[in-house]
C-alpha cells in the first residue's frame, strides 16, 4: 500500500506470468492464441470484402435471367407431374386420345375435314370395314391423318394384298385397295381354312360358296397349293374325281379321289406322273375300277391293289376257272 492506504499494484496482471481476474472463468489455450493473433482484423476485413463481391457477381447473374423464366420453370414442373401422374395412373391412352381428337378439332375448324371419300377396290371386305382399319371416322381430319400407317394396317388384314392411301387436299381422300381371292380349302389337324393362292389364311370356312374348292391336307400344303392344282386342272377327267390332295410329309402328293381310290405319287416329275395316270384311265377306266390304290411312285411300273370285294371276286373266279380248266382236261 502506499501512504493513502491503497494498493500498490492492481488485483490483476496482464504479463506472462500475471494472474487472472478473480471469478473468470479460464479459456482453451487455443482460443486466446486465436484471440491474441496479430492480424486477425485485417482478415476479417479481406473476407468480408471478398463475400461481398461474390454477391455482387451472383446478383448480376440473377439479374440476367429472361423474364418469364420462373413461370416457364414452374410449367414445365407442373407439366412434368401431370406426366407423372398418368402415367403412374395408366390415363397415357385417354390422354392420346384426347390430345388427338383435340387436335382434328382444330384442323376440321381450319377447313381439313374429310368431306369426300373415295374408296374403290372392295368386294369381300366392306367400306365399313376398310374405313375403320384404316382410322377414318367422322372426326377424322385430313391434315393428321397418317397415310402410310393407315395403309400398314389396311394390310394386315389378310383379304387386303395391296393399298394405296391418297390424301388430296384440303378435304378428299382416295383408298384403293387389291384383295387377294379364295383359292383352296387347307385342312391340317382337323381344322379347314379358306386360303389364297400365295397360301394366305383368309378365314375359317364358313359360308357353303367356298365349298367347291380344291381341297389341299397337311403340313405345308397351303404353300405347295398353287403350283400342285396348276398340274391337275390340266387333266379334266382327274380334276372331277378328285376329292382332296393329300401332302404326305411335305415331300409328295397322295389323291383322294370321289370314289375311295388313292393314288400315290413320285416325289418328282410329278407331271408325267399325272399323264401316266390319265392315259390308263383313258384306256383301262382305271379311275372307275374296284381298286383302293394306284401307286405311281416308281417311273417303269404303275402298281394296283384291288378292293377286299373286287380281291374275293377274283380269287373266286380263278378257283372257278382252275376248276372248270381241270374237269376239261380230264
Not at 446478383?59 to 440476367?64: L, M
Amino acid at each position: 500500500m502506499d501512504g493513502g492506504g491503497r494498493l500498490d499494484q492492481p488485483l490483476t496482471r496482464s504479463g506472462p506470468a500475471g494472474g487472472r481476474r478473480i471469478g473468470a472463468v479460464d479459456e482453451p489455450v487455443s482460443a486466446r492464441a486465436q484471440s491474441d493473433e496479430p492480424g486477425q482484423s485485417a482478415n476479417g476485413v479481406f473476407a468480408l470484402f471478398v463475400n461481398r463481391r461474390r454477391a455482387r457477381r451472383w446478383g448480376a447473374k440473377i439479374a440476367n435471367i429472361p423474364p418469364g423464366f420462373g413461370v416457364a420453370g414452374s410449367m414445365c414442373l407442373i407439366g412434368a407431374t401431370l406426366a407423372y401422374g398418368a402415367v403412374a395412373g395408366g390415363h397415357v391412352g385417354a390422354i392420346a386420345d384426347w390430345l388427338k381428337e383435340t387436335r382434328d378439332a382444330a384442323a376440321n375448324a381450319a377447313g381439313f375435314r374429310i368431306a369426300q371419300i373415295s374408296l374403290s377396290g372392295e368386294k369381300e371386305v366392306s367400306r365399313e370395314q376398310v374405313l375403320r382399319t384404316a382410322g377414318v371416322t367422322g372426326r377424322t381430319s385430313l391434315l393428321f391423318l397418317d397415310a402410310d400407317a393407315a395403309r400398314a394396317r389396311l394390310l394386315a388384314n389378310p383379304w387386303i394384298a395391296d393399298a394405296a392411301v391418297l390424301k388430296l387436299y384440303p378435304d378428299r381422300l382416295q383408298i384403293t385397295i387389291t384383295e387377294r381371292q379364295a383359292f383352296a380349302l387347307w385342312q391340317e389337324n382337323g381344322t379347314v381354312n379358306v386360303i389364297a393362292a400365295d397360301g394366305t389364311v383368309l378365314e375359317p370356312v364358313v359360308e357353303d360358296r367356298y365349298l367347291g374348292l380344291p381341297l389341299v391336307v397337311g403340313r405345308g400344303a397351303e404353300r405347295a397349293a398353287r403350283d400342285f392344282i396348276g398340274l391337275i386342272d390340266r387333266h379334266a377327267d382327274i380334276r372331277s374325281a378328285l376329292r382332296a390332295s393329300i401332302l404326305v410329309a411335305e415331300r409328295r402328293w397322295n389323291l383322294r379321289l370321289t370314289n375311295g381310290i388313292d393314288v400315290r405319287l413320285p416325289e418328282t416329275d410329278v407331271e408325267a406322273a399325272l399323264d401316266r395316270l390319265a392315259a390308263l384311265d383313258h384306256d383301262k377306266k382305271i379311275l372307275s375300277r374296284d381298286i383302293t390304290t394306284i401307286d405311281l411312285r416308281l417311273p417303269d411300273r404303275v402298281t394296283v391293289r384291288l378292293s377286299d370285294a373286287a380281291a374275293q371276286a377274283r380269287d373266286e373266279a380263278l378257283k372257278a376257272y382252275a376248276k372248270k380248266k381241270k374237269g376239261g382236261d380230264a
